[in-house]
């Protein structure tokens, strides 16, 4: 028997939460649950007034919408704040209803340009959002993904962290060498030879 969708239900009104419209396993819920944003607050405050000014839109609300545009591959600000409008569980995710306002796409590059711009802010964010993916097990030091990418960098030679990445990189690459070596010998090739550098 056919059967005709009925496109009536689109008015319906009901009673539902977002809590319950999101997927237990959706990748957002998973982030929320391990990294607490809320050390943004303390970082930014210097920024801001106290007593002066139109209320400011929540910092932390405009740096998950970043890490919704990088996390999800999202090619654009003004994409990301239409993706956010139509898509719950990026609303959940920032804290907003259904029917609350999704801020313009350029509030964030205003934002920027006024209040962060020649700080180093974004790069403690960063860090300390880096520092908890790594306690909850999200970031693994032997597995290594290379973007091809080209990003001026602001090299550090004396930076830990970059120290730590670079030792992992050439173990990366060890591994993939010996990896490479032994698929050729298993199909009777000679194996490749070792770079000095």
């Known amino acids: 028997m056919l059967r005709k969708s009925d496109t009536n239900h689109r008015g319906q009104v009901e009673i539902i939460s977002l809590e319950q419209l999101v997927p237990a396993d959706h990748l957002v819920r998973k982030i929320d649950a391990s990294i607490k944003f809320d050390f943004i607050y303390d970082r930014v405050e210097e920024f801001y007034s106290e007593d002066n000014g139109r209320p400011s839109l929540d910092p932390v609300v405009l740096i998950k919408i970043a890490f919704i545009q990088y996390l999800f591959g999202i090619r654009s600000m003004r994409q990301t704040i239409k993706e956010i409008e139509t898509n719950i569980a990026y609303r959940w995710f920032l804290g907003l209803g259904l029917s609350d306002p999704v801020p313009h796409f350029t509030t964030f590059g205003k934002n920027y340009a006024r209040r962060f711009e020649g700080t180093k802010i974004f790069e403690h964010i960063f860090n300390e959002i880096l520092r908890q993916a790594i306690e909850s097990g999200y970031v693994k030091p032997e597995e290594v993904f290379i973007d091809g ?41 000679k194996p490749l030879k070792k770079k000095k550098k």
């Open 149 to 189: 990418t080209h990003v001026k960098a602001s090299a550090n030679k004396n930076k830990r962290m970059k120290v730590i990445i670079k030792e992992e990189g050439r173990l990366y690459a060890s591994l993939l060498e010996e990896e490479i070596n032994a698929l050729r010998e298993k199909e009777g090739q």
